[in-house]
C-alpha cells in the first residue's frame, strides 16, 4: 500500500497541467475516453483494466474484481501464503509503476505502449526482482507457484 499511496501523492495528471495553462484538455491519453485523474487511472481506465485483466490470469486471481484496496485487504486475509501474498504485492506495485510510466510516455513522446507489452515488460522485470530477492526456504508448493508463474 505504501507504494500505491506514494504514486497517489505524486501523481501530477493532466488535471493539474489543463489548471496552469500547459495542457488544453485533459483527456485520458491512454484510453482516449475519459478525463485522467488519479481514480480514472487506477483503476477505471479501459486501459489499466486491460492490464489488470491480464495480470488476473497470470496470477489466477479470478476472484478479485480488480487489484484496488478492499480486495488488498482481502488478499492479506486470504489462505495464500507469505510467500504468494509477497510476490502480488510486487506485481501490484510494479503494474502502478508501469501504468504511471505508459502514462508518461504517451504524455511527453505520444507513443502509447500496447498493454499487451506494457505488462510482458513489468512481468520481466518484476521476476528479475523477485529472483534475487528469493527467500531461501519455501515450499515445494510455492516453488512450484513460483515456476509456474515464470513459465506464464
Ligand atoms: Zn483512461
Redesign the pocket.
Known sequence: MICWLATHHRLRTLDLLVKIGLMEENK?L??D??E?SHS??FFN????IQCIEMIKKWLHLSSMQTLLQRQWIMLQRSRRTGFQKRVIAVVFSGLIYSIWWARNKAVWNQVVWRPEVVVRRMKQAVLLRLKMVMPQKISTREKKWFERIQSE
Open positions: 485520458c491512454l484510453c475516453i475519459d485522467e480514472h487511472m481506465c479501459q486501459y489499466s
